[in-house]
DNA sequence: AACGAAACCTGCGCGC
DNA sequence: TGCGCGCAGGTTTCGT
């Protein structure tokens, strides 16, 4: 999926462009993206305004008059909006909004999700009651106190959303690399010193990723003209066989965790 | 309890 | 050309 910078630059342009509209109706094509009754999503949502879109961590929510619409988009969630061309075959769900504005999710896998929660209760359920703070705001000896009994690669550790979230496979490469530190270091290993960098390297990436408006790599491409730019930043990621722009060494790609990593054997200890 | 692997899906690129 | 395999900005579920 895309990960923070992506999911926020997808958050600026749903919020310009759908803010004060009203549900009027909804399509459903594959109904496994839609964590609710089916006949109770669509009747809950239809008369309800889009106050404001929020996200937290990776999920995008949309603050309506009595609900919170929380979307994932997983590995390829997109969302067009208004599109000048007959629905195709992974456009899953379409949201018909007031002054004729359509809004469709398309999902190649068909892996994003979407809950609909009561404002009183949507942070403290079922997805975003599962979700850590984002390395901007979580607490640097919360992390450590996490990181250091875990006898797992610190790159799994800063994937898993329940501790922090945000990250994503490149972006916790990126982070891994700035911080100087090996994805395959058990979080047991990592000193104080290195998991508090560990969160400012985060936050430099993930700002500059935000900045740039994400990166575009592979599947994630043009969806409401999400063409970021970060990728023309990245120091490992995708890098494989080429010299490290620190040092020279050949950068190469392991598997930690089932994920493909990115890493310089020098530069990273 | 904690950790690794499989599962959920589809499409693409590569090697034979 | 065609087929099989591995892989993909993620997370949950299933075994051990």
């Known amino acids: 999926m895309p990960e923070l910078p992506e999911v926020e630059t997808v958050r600026k342009i749903l919020s310009n462009q759908l803010t004060g509209l009203i ?5 459903v094509y594959y109904e496994k993206i839609i964590h609710e009754d089916l006949n109770i999503f669509r009747s809950t949502i239809i008369g309800q305004k889009i106050h ?11 603050i309506l008059d ?8 997983r590995m390829e969630g997109k969302f067009y909006i208004n599109p000048n061309e007959p629905i195709n075959k992974h456009e899953h769900v379409v949201f018909h ?14 892996f994003g999700t979407m809950h609909l929660r009561s404002l009183d209760h ?21 992390f450590f106190e996490k990181i250091k009994k875990k006898n797992v690669a610190i790159k799994s550790i800063l994937l898993n959303q329940k501790i922090i979230s945000g990250l994503g ?14 994805p395959n270091r058990k979080g047991i290993s990592i000193t104080k010193y290195e998991s508090d960098q560990l969160i400012e390297s985060a936050k430099k990436i993930l700002s500059e990723a935000v900045n740039l408006g994400g990166s575009t790599i592979r599947s994630y491409t ?43 054997d020098t530069c990273q200890k």
């Open 222 to 264: 043009a969806s409401l003209g999400v063409t970021g730019l970060f990728q023309l930043k990245l120091m490992v990621h995708t890098k494989v066989n080429e010299p490290c722009q620190i040092c020279g060494t050949t950068i190469k790609k392991i598997r930690v965790g089932g994920r493909g990593t990115y890493v310089c």
């Open 23 to 27: 549900f009027e109706g909804v399509d």
């Open 66 to 73: 009595q609900n919170a619409l929380i979307i994932h988009l």
């Open 52 to 62: 404001r879109i929020d996200r937290i961590g990776k999920y995008l929510i949309f």
């Open 122 to 142: 949507y942070l403290n359920t079922y997805p975003l009651n599962q979700c850590g703070q984002e390395p901007f705001d979580i607490d640097k000896d919360f």
């Open 169 to 182: 496979n490149i972006y916790v490469d990126e982070t891994l690399f700035d911080a100087k530190i090996h």
């Open 97 to 110: 909004l007031s002054h004729e504005v359509e809004l469709r999710y398309h999902d190649t896998r068909k």
